[in-house]
């Protein structure tokens, strides 16, 4: 939401994401308790970006949500939607083990690998015509999953990005 990436109040914010060491303003450190292990401290960015894209997107229990991405972002979405109440998670990813991964961690109840299938004619099957209720891309890179996700939403749904796109996006409107 930065006016100029990777400024704030105009001073340069670096940040190297994940690394061992980062530096940042003082204010914006915060200790975890000490019941907080290091290794799950590690995963509070990814669940926090899943329950700031839930917040945004308007829901209610008896939703289908997809999400776009089986990596950390998109595991700790889904798990966070199903701790919310979301009725239904289908996660399409490329490959069937993180998929699988998915289902066994309480994130996804379906699973469609993309490469094997189309998943805009995967998710209108399961679905029906209506298509879900909101679409979450975590993804970002350089594929196709932006318009896949415009061609599988409903009438009036909703698409959240959380990916980080490598190259600018050709959108069919």
Not at 15 to 28: I, K, L, R, V, W
Not at 39 to 57: E, F, K, M, P, S
Request: proline share 5%.
């Amino acid at each position: 939401l930065c006016i100029r990436r990777g400024y704030r109040h105009d001073q340069y914010q670096e940040s190297h994401g994940f690394s061992q060491y980062d530096a940042c303003f003082m204010e914006n450190c915060y200790p975890l308790p000490d019941q907080v292990t290091d290794d799950n401290a590690t995963l509070i960015d990814c669940y926090a970006c899943g329950i700031h894209a839930l917040n945004r997107v308007p829901h209610t229990p008896i939703d289908t949500i997809v999400v776009f991405g089986t990596g950390a972002i998109g595991i700790t979405l889904g798990q966070v939607a199903k701790a919310w109440g979301v009725d239904r998670v289908i996660m399409v990813g490329t490959r069937h083990e993180p998929l699988e991964l998915a289902k066994r961690a309480g994130a996804a109840d379906e699973g469609i690998v993309n490469s094997e299938e189309d998943p805009v004619e995967a998710v209108r099957g399961l679905t029906g015509v209506e298509g879900p209720d909101a679409i979450f891309e975590t993804v970002g890179g350089s594929g196709s999953t932006l318009n896949q996700a415009i061609g599988m939403a409903r009438f009036g749904g909703t698409i959240a990005v959380l990916g980080i796109f490598t190259q600018a996006q050709p959108v069919d409107l």
